[in-house]
């Protein structure tokens, strides 16, 4: 099994950044991807942005050019850098580890992001 435990949510004006991190620990060797996931009220949960273990990305169109994924392999950590906060980026945000970015298997408990106008 594998633990994730997201940190760095909180409440930003239009604008702003914030630094989410993920720690994972546990069955780590089964991880090959990592990626941050959103849902906002009434809505799906989406696909924010995904990194493999060669270092590969992939963004979401609505956050190109505003959001950076990143990992530190050796502290098993990945990073989701926000800037140029939207509100429409308002959700609580996961940490998602698996095979792959797009089915992981693994996921955090979730942290809160509000973007407000």
């Known amino acids: 099994q594998v633990q994730l435990v997201e940190s760095g949510g909180g409440l930003v004006q239009a604008g702003g950044s914030l630094r989410l991190s993920c720690a994972a620990s546990g069955s780590i060797f089964s991880i090959n991807a990592m990626a941050w996931y959103r849902q906002a009220p009434g809505k799906q949960r989406e696909l924010v942005a995904g990194?493999?273990?060669?270092?590969?990305?992939y963004y979401a169109d609505s956050v190109k050019g505003r959001f950076t994924i990143s990992r530190d392999n050796a502290k098993n950590t990945v990073y989701l850098q926000m800037n140029s906060l939207k509100p429409e980026d308002t959700a609580v945000y996961y940490c998602?580890?698996?095979?792959?970015?797009?089915?992981?298997?693994?996921w955090g408990q979730g942290t809160q992001v509000t973007v407000s106008t």
């Open positions: 990194i493999s273990s060669l270092g590969n990305k």
């Open positions: 998602a580890a698996g095979r792959q970015y797009y089915s992981p298997s693994s």
